[in-house]
């Protein structure tokens, strides 16, 4: 299936959220979401939104994992990996190196679905294309547009 592009209006966090359980309802065991834009853009909280939908409690707590790289996540339909590769831009040898030491490749392969902040450039290194790539632009305190591309984009 060819990658199209949707772009969504997002007024308010409670569609932020609404996105998320749309994203993780068309999501395969194995699948890759690349969470792009700013700093403050909201990719966090619309990672958060997905691992909530995919049925991680409120109760855990789904933190940011800029400091750990990865924070992984038990759920009824597989393992949820959510990394933040922030303090690895601009280190194209230690990018690699660091996705190699943290197998993200190998979960990908076995199943996991891995859900990566700031990996705009490295989706080879992160075990080949994504089935999503999720674009957030700050469009007002709470809003926010975001550009779905991929081969899963018409599930969205």
Same mark, same amino acid.
């Given at each position: 299936m060819d990658p199209i592009? @949707?772009?969504l209006v997002l007024a308010s966090r409670r569609e932020t959220t609404r996105l998320g359980a749309r994203i993780a309802a068309a999501l @395969?065991?194995?699948d890759l979401v690349v969470l792009c834009g700013a700093l403050g853009a909201g990719k966090t909280f619309l990672a958060r939104a997905i /691992? @909530? $939908?995919m049925g991680v409690a409120r109760d855990n707590a789904v933190p940011s994992p800029?400091? $750990? *790289?990865?924070h992984e996540y038990a759920t009824s339909r597989g393992d949820v990996l959510h990394a933040d590769l922030y303090r690895l831009l601009g280190q194209e040898t230690l *990018?690699? %190196? %660091? /996705?190699g030491r943290l197998g993200l490749r190998e979960r990908r392969a076995e199943g996991a679905i891995l859900l990566a902040e700031w990996a705009e450039t490295s %989706? /080879? $290194?992160l075990g080949g294309t994504a089935e999503l790539a999720v674009s957030l632009v700050i469009e007002g305190e709470n809003a926010r547009r975001a550009t779905v591309r991929g081969t899963r984009a018409a599930e969205i």
């Amino acid at each position: 299936m060819d990658p199209i592009d @949707r772009s969504l209006v997002l007024a308010s966090r409670r569609e932020t959220t609404r996105l998320g359980a749309r994203i993780a309802a068309a999501l @395969r065991s194995g699948d890759l979401v690349v969470l792009c834009g700013a700093l403050g853009a909201g990719k966090t909280f619309l990672a958060r939104a997905i /691992i @909530r $939908a995919m049925g991680v409690a409120r109760d855990n707590a789904v933190p940011s994992p800029t400091f $750990a *790289l990865v924070h992984e996540y038990a759920t009824s339909r597989g393992d949820v990996l959510h990394a933040d590769l922030y303090r690895l831009l601009g280190q194209e040898t230690l *990018l690699d %190196e %660091e /996705i190699g030491r943290l197998g993200l490749r190998e979960r990908r392969a076995e199943g996991a679905i891995l859900l990566a902040e700031w990996a705009e450039t490295s %989706e /080879i $290194a992160l075990g080949g294309t994504a089935e999503l790539a999720v674009s957030l632009v700050i469009e007002g305190e709470n809003a926010r547009r975001a550009t779905v591309r991929g081969t899963r984009a018409a599930e969205i």
